[in-house]
T-cell receptor
Framework: SQKIEQNSEALNIQEGKTATLTCNYT??????LQWYRQDPGRGPVFLLL?????KEKRKERLKVTFDTTLKQSLFHITASQPADSATYLC??????????FGKGTMLLVSP | DSGVTQTPKHLITATGQRVTLRCSPR?????VYWYQQSLDQGLQFLIQ???????AKGNILERFSAQQFPDLHSELNLSSLELGDSALYFC??????????????FGPGTRLTVL
């Protein structure tokens, strides 16, 4: 069955460093991969979308890579700030199906 | 603010009862999605409607049903509630009908507690 894996352990980093979060998937051929941010008790907020034929996408301090051979996406936040502390979810779709979400990784940025 | 509204914000009820959750999508969005989020399961897709028609079904229990009305608002009905139904329920909306390059806009959620 389709599986999306994100590190269940929280990632703790210091302010100013680059945070890197991983999303691995199996038994899936996604056409699009999305990253969302979720704060406690609130709805997810869309951050970035990357297509299967794109290797990398950037938006301000955010960068996403998509390696369909490794079946992996990496999500980077450069010059991280305490305000970046949240849970980050990756989500995949084959293009015809609805989004399937990973369980997310919590990021904690300390001052 | 995503533009998606959900009511009520909190709901506390007893086992065996029935509740209705309401969602209004962003202006112009024809697709509405319902998700359930619990601590151990993550965000689980329940059902999608597009312009009034059921479009896709996920892990939705038979005790749950939904509909989308002509004004595009949607309701999720949960009946014969069990303790395990306690969770955050999110509604999301999008412009496109399917899972293409199609970001979803989430509402603030309804926290359901079944006692």
């Amino acid at each position: 069955s389709q599986k999306i894996e994100q590190n269940s352990e929280a990632l703790n980093i210091q302010e100013g460093k680059t945070a890197t979060l991983t999303c691995n998937y199996t038994n899936y051929s996604p056409a699009y991969l999305q990253w969302y941010r979720q704060d406690p008790g609130r709805g997810p907020v869309f951050l970035l979308l990357i297509r299967e034929n794109e290797k990398e996408k950037r938006k301000e301090r955010l960068k996403v890579t998509f390696d369909t051979t490794l079946k992996q996406s990496l999500f980077h936040i450069t010059a991280s700030q305490p305000a970046d502390s949240a849970t980050y979810l990756c989500a995949l779709t084959s293009g015809y199906s609805t989004l399937t979400f990973g369980k997310g990784t919590m990021l904690l940025v300390s001052p | 603010d995503s533009g998606v509204t959900q009511t009520p914000k909190h709901l506390i009820t007893a086992t065996g009862q029935r509740v209705t959750l309401r969602c209004s999508p962003r202006s112009g969005d024809l697709s509405v999605y319902w998700y359930q989020q619990s601590l151990d399961q993550g965000l689980q897709f329940l059902i999608q409607y597009y312009n009034g028609e059921e479009r896709a079904k996920g892990n939705i229990l038979e005790r749950f049903s939904a509909q989308q009305f002509p004004d595009l608002h949607s309701e999720l009905n949960l009946s014969s509630l069990e303790l395990g139904d306690s969770a955050l329920y999110f509604c999301a909306s999008s412009v496109l009908p399917s899972g293409g390059p199609n970001e979803q806009f989430f509402g603030p959620g309804t926290r359901l507690t079944v006692l």
